[in-house]
């Protein structure tokens, strides 16, 4: 099986209908079990342990998980359309894909569906008195399931759509692409060095944005034309028919062009599968929202700056505690190493640039970044430099008070001056 069939099939089970489909397809499994196991239960046994009163249980159900389900879909799209609107619509990618809420619709979804299909066996007398038991017994367990779901569910909704709820999700989908990144440096394969290219090029054939790159498909065409091949773009990067993608030593066919192709998966927009600048991006976009006149709310602005600098500690302490343990898996391909300076400026220009005009926003960017540059990476240590003077000259540009100006300069040589501790 590929990456890229691995990586597809990743995606499709994050949808919502999956679970739902695979909740209902087990109660289905449930009715079936009832009525093959039933003939071997005898009638009085059944009737003894009240296999007749699963009509009533079934008809509560199907009535009260129909509007049960239905609360849940527009709870889950009214915190959908929250986030969009507070934090920014790349986030509510999270809350689509989270396991909870679709853990939680499906369960619903499929004790209703359970529950019809059951009671349309009940009245076309297709169950014994036996059936019937086993039926009860399938019930009983199905609504102990939905009682532990309908608490968790309660207890979830009080933090779903928050803010701080939110800026976790981020934090956490960008650790988990940082340490697959980690562990894969330059996409497994070597890295290429900066203006290096083969002798025959290939272009993208779509616009869009790369989410996969399919090293082994790669490295199997390499081996076969005994070629190396040099990879130009990395998942979260905008491409259109200009761009090139792909560099060889040797020439190429139509046949393996399309193969290389095929091995660049192109989107219609970034993921946080692959791409760990894209939560770097949205937490800026985040503080860019909170920053705007019509929200102005520079806390939430203060908390992406904490937020960043434990994500970029993450990058750092890992990157040192796993250096050299990295495997090369493909080495007839080459692809480039993270742009680990352009993860500061995916986070901190719009900090810099939307909050020029509010003292404690700037005194806090200025703080953050003598923060990363103590983390001791020589990556970041000219970005944070540089971002620090370019949040001055805003500052400056957006008239603020001299004596904050003042401070700000201060803290900036704190900066400038650090040395990694």
């Known amino acids: 099986m590929t990456e890229k069939l ?4 990743q995606r499709v089970m ?9 909740f209902s397809l087990m109660a289905i499994l449930a009715i079936g079990m009832s009525m093959l196991l039933g003939p071997s239960i005898p009638e009085d046994v059944a009737v003894k342990l009240g296999a007749d009163a699963i009509g009533s249980i079934l008809n509560i159900i199907a009535t009260s ?44 979804v499929g004790a209703f569906l359970y529950s019809v299909i059951a009671l349309i066996g009940l009245r076309a ?7 019937r038991l086993v039926l009860f017994g399938f019930t009983i367990t199905i609504l102990l399931i939905v009682v532990v779901v309908l608490l968790r569910w309660i207890d979830y909704l009080s933090v779903l759509g928050r803010m701080g709820e939110t800026l ?19 996409l497994g394969g070597k890295p290429l060095r900066r203006g290096s290219q083969g002798r025959y090029t290939l272009l993208a054939s779509e616009t869009g944005f790369v989410q996969h790159v399919s090293m082994d498909i790669l490295q199997k065409l390499a081996e076969e034309n005994d070629d ?12 259109e028919p200009s761009t090139l993608i792909i560099s060889s030593d040797r020439a190429m066919d139509e046949a393996r062009c399309k193969a290389m192709h095929n091995a660049v998966l192109i989107g219609a927009s970034r993921t946080f599968d692959h791409d760990p600048r894209f ?11 909170a920053l705007s006149p019509g929200v102005n709310d520079p806390g939430t602005a203060l908390d992406v700056m904490a937020t960043a600098v434990r994500t970029l500690a993450h990058w750092v302490q890992h990157l040192h505690s796993d250096s050299g343990t990295a495997e090369l898996l493909f080495d007839r391909v080459n692809a480039p190493p993270l742009d680990e300076a352009g993860m500061l400026d995916d986070v901190f220009l719009p900090l810099a640039r939307y909050g020029a005009g509010a003292a404690e926003v700037g005194l ?40 904050d100006v003042q401070g700000l300069r201060e803290a900036a040589e704190d900066v400038q001056q650090a040395a990694p501790a």
């Open 168 to 186: 976790q999700r981020v934090e956490k989908a960008t650790t988990k692409a940082m340490d697959q990144r980690l562990s894969r440096p330059c």
């Open 65 to 108: 998980m129909l509007t049960v389900a239905i609360f849940s879909a527009s709870t889950m799209v009214s915190s959908f359309t929250a986030v969009a609107s507070s934090a920014t619509p790349r986030a509510s990618q999270l809350m689509i894909e989270d396991a909870t809420i679709q853990n939680t619709l499906a369960t619903f």
């Open 364 to 403: 806090q960017l200025q703080r953050t970044l003598g923060a990363i540059r103590r983390l001791r990476h020589p990556e970041f240590d000219a970005a944070t430099q540089r971002l620090s003077r370019y949040a001055i000259a805003r500052a400056v540009h957006a008239n603020l008070f001299e004596m």
């Open 228 to 239: 190396t091949l040099y990879v130009h773009v990395l998942p979260g990067a905008f491409i």
């Open 125 to 131: 007398h297709i169950y014994g008195g036996g059936g």
């Open 14 to 22: 994050r949808k919502t209908w999956v679970r739902c489909v695979l």
């Open 279 to 289: 939560g770097l991006v949205v937490l800026g976009e985040i503080a860019t929202r």
């Open 6 to 9: 691995i990586y597809l099939l």
